[in-house]
């Protein structure tokens, strides 16, 4: 009986330390780096402040330590160092673009959530006016900041105007950011953590002005609210207007077929250990894939026929789709240029964009350094269907004995190398039925290669992660085909200017999913950084 008590008092005492012990982890866990692979969307604070008509709004949920902290903490050892300096370099080279130094100006008061939008001023270059919007951990850290901010720029010969409007204190003048010529520049100092910086004290009264009506400003706008419910969870939140498509996002241009609906793109970034994630949703008043299969049998069918091409597949690949109904994705004006990338690679010849131009099924495109290899149902796009069009590019077909098989054959002809003027059938594709579906080449190695039969694990893998089974475009591509698409797309090329050196050093792989659901298109893409070999 007397042990009792001091089992008692033990039990009491083993709680507290486990209790303690979760309670630290936990807070641990909410605080640390990691936390920006969970961390849940919301409407952003500074989305007041941003008229509904600016083109282009970035909204960062992380202060200028996190991604540094987060880089570390994913890193393997020995690329620890190089991943947290490319990633301090993008934060500073990003600050310094806006004219701060992030260091002597930022670094000791900033809070999670910064945001920069960018507007277009009439008779100036796009995205000319701008708001950056920065959290406060306190209301100290802001007001010493804008005193900091002033001075440093009144030194430079800048004359400031004090005033009120919509009772708050604005301080304007023509300063000089780091390292540029004197511009307008406007401030405000709002709930005492929020600091305002606009170029010009007109774009900041107009930020002051939607702040007070939510059918002006972004955070009363319906499509980001409904993307932020759906896509869910983020470090970065992105909402894009059709007229920043193309200068700002590389895009294509997308316009509505109602021209009062004007196309709004709502993405997000996600880490998630060595890859980035940018999900979206592109809100339309129609869908634009409306034509794709959609449920039921098509949908059921379509899967049977893209395991049959996959098992099928022989080789490996540096890049591999999976499109559904191609002839009505290259309907799409916003599409055909992209649908046009996947199906008709350089050197590649007519034969591909011609097949997928009336292919209404399933259409597999693999590009590896052998040649390409396409994959359709056995039943329809027949070779009759493309005779008219390839005798048009001067492509003739004919059957050809291989292996004791007949293949229908197209070739050109062409001059006999040092021949002088004798000619040759020189060999642009083919077309072979096997095992319930039917393989298109390039070249008639690439037909012998392909009846090998070996897997293509790494690109196949890249579309099951995707995890949409049911978009009608999806596209994996190793470090070989995605390094140079990324150098020239022109994102990618203004972060490298940013950053201030290479961001493709360790990219292992690209994959992209596009699926339509009623009057939206949810797209997700996925870059994967390889980690270093061993030894």
């Given at each position: 009986m007397?042990?009792?008590?001091?089992?008692a008092?033990?039990?009491?005492v083993?709680?507290l330390?486990?209790?303690?012990?979760?309670?630290?982890w936990?807070?641990l866990?909410k605080r640390?780096?990691m936390?920006?692979q969970?961390?849940?969307l919301?409407?952003?604070?500074?989305a007041r402040f941003?008229?509904r008509?600016?083109?282009l709004?970035?909204?960062?949920f992380?202060d200028?330590?996190?991604p540094v902290?987060?880089a570390r903490a994913?890193?393997?050892l020995?690329?620890?160092?190089?991943?947290t300096k490319?990633?301090e370099r993008l934060?500073?080279?990003?600050f310094?673009?806006a004219?701060?130094n992030?260091?002597d100006?930022?670094?000791g008061?900033l809070?999670?959530?910064?945001?920069?939008s960018?507007?277009?001023?009439?008779?100036?270059?796009?995205?000319?006016?701008?708001?950056?919007?920065?959290?406060?951990?306190?209301?100290?850290?802001?007001?010493?900041?804008l005193?900091r901010?002033?001075q440093?720029r009144s030194?430079a010969?800048?004359?400031l105007?004090i005033?009120?409007?919509?009772?708050m204190g604005?301080?304007?003048?023509?300063g000089?950011l780091?390292?540029?010529?004197p511009?307008?520049?406007?401030t405000?100092?709002?709930?005492?953590?929020?600091v305002l910086?606009?170029?010009?004290?007109?774009t900041?009264?107009?930020?002051?002005?939607?702040?007070q009506?939510?059918a002006l400003?972004?955070?009363g706008l319906?499509?980001?609210?409904?993307?932020?419910?759906?896509?869910?969870?983020?470090?970065?939140?992105l909402?894009?207007?059709?007229?920043?498509?193309?200068?700002?996002?590389?895009?294509?241009?997308i316009?509505s077929?109602?021209?009062?609906v004007?196309p709004?793109?709502?993405?997000?970034?996600?880490?998630?250990?060595?890859?980035?994630?940018?999900?979206?949703?592109?809100?339309?008043?129609?869908?634009?894939?409306?034509?794709s299969p959609?449920?039921g049998?098509?949908v059921?069918?379509a899967?049977?026929?893209?395991t049959?091409?996959?098992?099928?597949?022989?080789?490996?690949?540096?890049s591999l789709?999976?499109?559904?109904n191609?002839?009505?994705?290259?309907a799409q004006?916003w599409?055909k240029?992209?649908?046009?990338?996947?199906?008709?690679?350089?050197?590649?010849g007519?034969?591909?964009l011609?097949?997928?131009?009336?292919?209404p099924?399933?259409?597999?495109?693999s590009?590896?350094p052998e040649?390409?290899?396409?994959g359709?149902?056995q039943?329809?796009?027949?070779?009759?269907?493309l005779?008219?069009?390839?005798a048009?590019?001067?492509?003739?077909?004919?059957p050809?004995?291989?292996?004791?098989e007949?293949?229908?054959?197209w070739?050109?002809?062409g001059a006999?190398?040092?021949?002088?003027?004798?000619l040759?059938?020189v060999?642009?594709?083919?077309?072979r039925p096997?095992?319930?579906?039917?393989?298109?080449?390039g070249?008639l190695?690439?037909?012998?290669?392909?009846?090998a039969?070996?897997?293509?694990?790494?690109?196949?893998q890249q579309?099951e992660d995707?995890?949409?089974?049911?978009a009608?475009?999806?596209w994996a591509?190793?470090e070989?085909?995605a390094?140079p698409l990324?150098m020239?797309w022109s994102?990618w090329?203004?972060l490298?200017?940013?950053a201030?050196?290479?961001l493709?050093?360790g990219l292992?792989?690209l994959?992209?999913?596009?699926?339509?659901?009623?009057?939206t298109v949810r797209?997700?893409?996925r870059?994967a950084f390889?980690?270093?070999?061993?030894g």
């Amino acid at each position: 009986m007397k042990g009792r008590p001091f089992l008692a008092v033990l039990l009491m005492v083993a709680l507290l330390a486990l209790g303690l012990g979760w309670g630290g982890w936990w807070l641990l866990w909410k605080r640390g780096p990691m936390q920006l692979q969970h961390h849940t969307l919301t409407i952003p604070r500074a989305a007041r402040f941003v008229p509904r008509q600016a083109p282009l709004s970035l909204f960062i949920f992380s202060d200028g330590e996190q991604p540094v902290d987060y880089a570390r903490a994913v890193a393997p050892l020995r690329q620890r160092e190089g991943a947290t300096k490319a990633v301090e370099r993008l934060r500073d080279g990003a600050f310094a673009a806006a004219g701060l130094n992030y260091h002597d100006e930022l670094a000791g008061w900033l809070a999670p959530e910064i945001s920069l939008s960018l507007f277009d001023a009439p008779g100036h270059e796009p995205g000319s006016s701008w708001l950056l919007v920065l959290s406060s951990k306190d209301e100290e850290g802001a007001r010493r900041f804008l005193q900091r901010f002033w001075q440093s720029r009144s030194l430079a010969g800048s004359g400031l105007q004090i005033s009120q409007y919509r009772g708050m204190g604005l301080i304007s003048g023509r300063g000089a950011l780091v390292g540029r010529d004197p511009v307008p520049l406007a401030t405000a100092l709002v709930q005492d953590d929020l600091v305002l910086i606009a170029s010009g004290r007109t774009t900041l009264e107009r930020a002051l002005d939607v702040s007070q009506i939510d059918a002006l400003n972004e955070a009363g706008l319906a499509p980001l609210k409904e993307g932020v419910e759906q896509l869910g969870e983020g470090m970065a939140l992105l909402v894009a207007r059709s007229e920043a498509f193309s200068p700002w996002l590389g895009l294509p241009n997308i316009q509505s077929p109602d021209a009062s609906v004007d196309p709004l793109l709502v993405g997000t970034l996600h880490p998630n250990g060595r890859q980035l994630e940018f999900q979206g949703v592109l809100h339309v008043d129609e869908a634009p894939m409306s034509s794709s299969p959609e449920t039921g049998a098509p949908v059921r069918d379509a899967l049977a026929t893209e395991t049959l091409l996959l098992k099928g597949l022989g080789g490996e690949s540096q890049s591999l789709a999976l499109l559904r109904n191609p002839a009505a994705l290259l309907a799409q004006p916003w599409l055909k240029p992209l649908v046009q990338a996947i199906t008709s690679p350089p050197g590649s010849g007519p034969l591909p964009l011609q097949l997928a131009g009336v292919d209404p099924g399933v259409l597999l495109v693999s590009q590896a350094p052998e040649g390409w290899l396409l994959g359709t149902s056995q039943q329809t796009p027949r070779p009759e269907a493309l005779e008219a069009p390839l005798a048009a590019e001067g492509l003739i077909d004919a059957p050809l004995e291989v292996d004791g098989e007949t293949v229908t054959v197209w070739t050109r002809l062409g001059a006999r190398q040092g021949a002088g003027d004798q000619l040759q059938a020189v060999v642009s594709g083919w077309w072979r039925p096997l095992d319930g579906v039917a393989w298109w080449g390039g070249n008639l190695a690439l037909l012998r290669h392909q009846s090998a039969g070996r897997s293509v694990l790494a690109r196949q893998q890249q579309l099951e992660d995707l995890d949409r089974p049911e978009a009608p475009l999806r596209w994996a591509l190793g470090e070989e085909a995605a390094t140079p698409l990324l150098m020239h797309w022109s994102p990618w090329t203004r972060l490298t200017t940013v950053a201030g050196g290479p961001l493709a050093k360790g990219l292992e792989s690209l994959s992209l999913a596009l699926e339509p659901a009623d009057s939206t298109v949810r797209w997700t893409a996925r870059i994967a950084f390889a980690a270093p070999p061993h030894g």
